[in-house]
Nanobody
Framework: QLVESGGGLVQAGDSLRLSCTASGRTFSSYAMGWFRQAPGKEREFVAALSWSGRSTNYTDSVKGRFTISKQNGRNTVYLQMNSLKPEDTAVYYC??????????????????????WGQGTQVTVSS
C-alpha cells in the first residue's frame, strides 16, 4: 500500500530525496516513519513525523543531514538526505500508522508500532 521511490547510486557527499506515496489514503491522519536495513543488519529507525507534522525525531547518525516531511495534498512523505555517507547504504522503507485523535500526536520510532510498510528502495553511497 506504500510505495517508495527515489533511491539510487550516489557518491559520498551527494544528496537524494526519497518519496513515499499511497493510493487511496491520506497521510494527514498518519504518523510516518522511515527505516533502513543494511546487508546483514536488522532494520533500524531513521526518522519519524507525527500526524500533525509538528514533531519529528531522527536517529543520531542522520541528525542535521536528513529531513522528513510530508505534503498532505499529494499524499507524499519525503526523506531529504544530504551529505550522504557510505554507511547510509541500505534499503530504505516507509511506514505508516493511523494515529490522529484529539490530544494524541505521537512520534513512533519502533518497527512494531507501524501497521503499513512499503517494499523499500535501495540507496547506495560509494566512497
Amino acid at each position: 500500500q506504500l510505495v517508495e521511490s527515489g533511491g539510487g547510486l550516489v557518491q559520498a557527499g551527494d544528496s537524494l530525496r526519497l518519496s513515499c506515496t499511497a493510493s487511496g489514503r491520506t497521510f494527514s491522519s498518519y504518523a510516518m516513519g522511515w527505516f533502513r536495513q543494511a546487508p546483514g543488519k536488522e532494520r533500524e529507525f531513521v526518522a519519524a513525523l507525527s500526524w500533525s507534522g509538528r514533531s519529528t525525531n531522527y536517529t543520531d547518525s542522520v541528525k542535521g543531514r536528513f529531513t522528513i516531511s510530508k505534503q498532505n495534498g499529494r499524499n507524499t512523505v519525503y526523506l531529504q538526505m544530504n551529505s550522504l555517507k557510505p554507511e547510509d547504504t541500505a534499503v530504505y522503507y516507509c511506514a505508516a500508522k493511523f494515529t490522529r485523535r484529539p490530544g494524541y500526536d505521537p512520534i513512533l520510532v519502533r518497527l512494531d508500532e507501524y501497521d503499513f510498510w512499503g517494499q523499500g528502495t535501495q540507496v547506495t553511497v560509494s566512497s
